[in-house]
């Protein structure tokens, strides 16, 4: 008869259960091991499938976009020509302006930056316009540029820009139909101002509100024929009317090879010197009587005075990571 002694027969028991319990707590491991893994595996798995859905809904979105705004080659294109320059407000003027614009039919926007070189900012804007468009630069000269203690009106602004489009227009759409509209970053517009001007012959004119310190410019209309202007300012003025208050046709501006926007003109003549080169008074078709259908509106510089105080206490600017 085998004699066993209690303290090896503990022993024994011991060593099993102790055997048992790493083999438990392994198989915890290993369990653990593999959900966090599936965990893991979900989480890329769902993170990748809200993207693909991301991507989706944009795709969508600009095919419902180019759908809505399909070409009609019958109608006459308008050429936007918008001069712009970097500042707090850039993206949120030319966001303003895309709004508007996009639901415009044969719209191309030509968007000139005063820069050495095309920047982000306006090619992310221009990126999710869903019409015909065109990035082009161009630096203004130093000595031409506003220095801080000069008034803004000393020198003519968005000069070497409105020309820049104006030749790019020379050379890329001189058998186009169309029109040529200039419409800075800072003014309102309406879709139906683009419908009054669309079918310009040669030179159209139209009220623009809230500029030459009046409520309203507008020409002075008679059987349908301009023969003055009414204006706060400047009516001796050949063609006393806004930037935003004309419109060229293409093709009648291709034909008059020379014309240009001058670096150097009295103040307030910059519309006057460049018309004068097209028309006469009596060549210009008056449009959108008894509507104002454009703002001479100017968006008001942001506060940032505590941007800096912002830096010290986060460390970072506010913008980081974005593009405001």
């Not at 020509?81 to 850039?90: C, F, G, L, S, W």
């Not at 940032?304 to 206490?313: A, P, R, S, V």
Request: proline fraction near 4%; include cysteine; hydrophobic fraction near 40%.
């Amino acid at each position: 008869m085998r004699i066993v002694c209690p303290s090896v027969r503990r022993m024994r028991r011991c060593l099993k259960m102790n055997y048992l319990s790493l083999l438990t707590a392994g198989a915890l491991v290993v369990a653990t091991y593999i959900i966090f893994s599936l965990m893991n595996d979900l989480h890329d798995t769902v993170h990748t499938l809200e993207q693909k859905n991301s991507q989706i809904s944009s795709l969508l979105s600009k095919i419902e976009k180019l759908q809505f705004q399909q070409t009609d080659p019958a109608l006459p294109s308008i050429f936007v020509i918008t001069p712009t320059y970097a500042r707090p407000v850039q993206k949120a003027e030319l966001v303003r302006l895309s709004n508007v614009f996009r639901s415009v039919p044969n719209l191309h926007w030509i968007v000139v930056e005063d820069s050495s070189q095309k920047t982000e900012v306006v090619r992310n804007v221009l990126r999710d316009f869903p019409q015909n468009s065109t990035q082009l630069n161009i630096l203004t000269p130093k000595e031409m540029k506003i220095q801080p203690k000069e008034k803004w009106w000393k020198k003519p602004r968005g000069v070497y820009q409105r020309n820049l489009a104006l030749s790019w227009l020379r050379k890329q759409a001189s058998n186009m139909n169309g029109v040529i509209y200039f419409a800075d970053d800072d003014n309102t517009y309406t879709v139906d101002l683009f419908e009054e001007i669309r079918s310009t012959k040669k030179v159209s004119v139209l009220p623009v509100g809230l500029v030459g310190g009046v409520l309203v410019e507008k020409p002075k209309v008679s059987d349908g024929k301009v023969v003055g202007w009414e204006v706060g300012w400047g009516a001796e003025r050949m063609f006393a009317t806004d930037m935003a208050g004309f419109a060229v046709n293409l093709k009648y501006f291709i034909n008059h090879a020379d014309v240009k926007f001058l670096s150097k003109v009295k103040m307030g003549h910059q519309e006057t010197e460049f018309l004068k080169q097209l028309v006469t008074l009596k060549d210009l078709e008056p449009v959108s009587l008894g509507r104002v259908l454009v703002w001479h509106t100017r968006t008001e510089t942001p506060r940032l005075n505590l941007e800096d105080l912002f830096l010290k206490k986060f460390g970072k600017h506010s913008d980081k990571g974005l593009q405001v």
